[in-house]
């Protein structure tokens, strides 16, 4: 379990490596970015929002990594999925959140918002089923 815990948390630091290399290719960053018209996306600080996902990405691998070992040390490896999700959730939700700052297009309507919110209700729904699914093999 220490092992899995370790590579996933070296996956987000490795994410957020790859989130500061994407500068170049701002596509690769954010589905978003794809379908704005041309005027909006010159107005986009992608320098910022990748440095953002960058520090947000790595203080996630090194949150897994480091909770991974507090809870083997305390013997509360039974409560890691539901904490790993919960810092996953809240990790990626401020990432998305403090990155609107970067995005200086006047917002003439909500559909970043409609993204987000419908981002989030589909990342909670996977997640609500892989603990789901621990829970249920961890009883057997």
């Known amino acids: 379990m220490i092992f899995a815990n370790l590579v996933i948390g070296l996956l987000f630091i490795g994410l957020g490596f790859f989130a500061k290399w ?3 290719y701002p596509h690769w960053l954010a589905g978003y ?3 704005m ?4 996306k010159q107005n986009v600080d992608f320098d910022g929002l990748s440095v953002l996902w960058k520090k947000g990405f790595i203080i996630l691998g090194v949150t897994w990594i480091v909770l991974s070992l507090l809870l083997k040390t305390i013997h509360l490896e039974g409560y890691s999925p539901l904490i790993m999700t919960l810092v996953i959730l809240i990790g990626i939700m401020i990432i998305v959140l403090k990155g609107k700052k970067y995005n ?8 970043f ?3 987000v919110y419908t981002y989030f209700g589909i990342i909670l729904v996977i997640v609500l089923l892989i603990i789901g699914t621990v829970t249920y093999i961890s009883f057997l």
């Not at 018209?37 to 909006?40: A, G, H, L, R, V």
Request: glycine residues 0%; positive net charge; proline residues 5%.
């Open 104 to 111: 200086h297009n006047v917002r003439e309507n909500n559909n």
């Open 33 to 35: 970015y794809s379908s």
């Open 37 to 40: 018209p041309k005027e909006q």
């Open 113 to 115: 918002n409609i993204f």
């Open 22 to 24: 994407t500068v170049r």
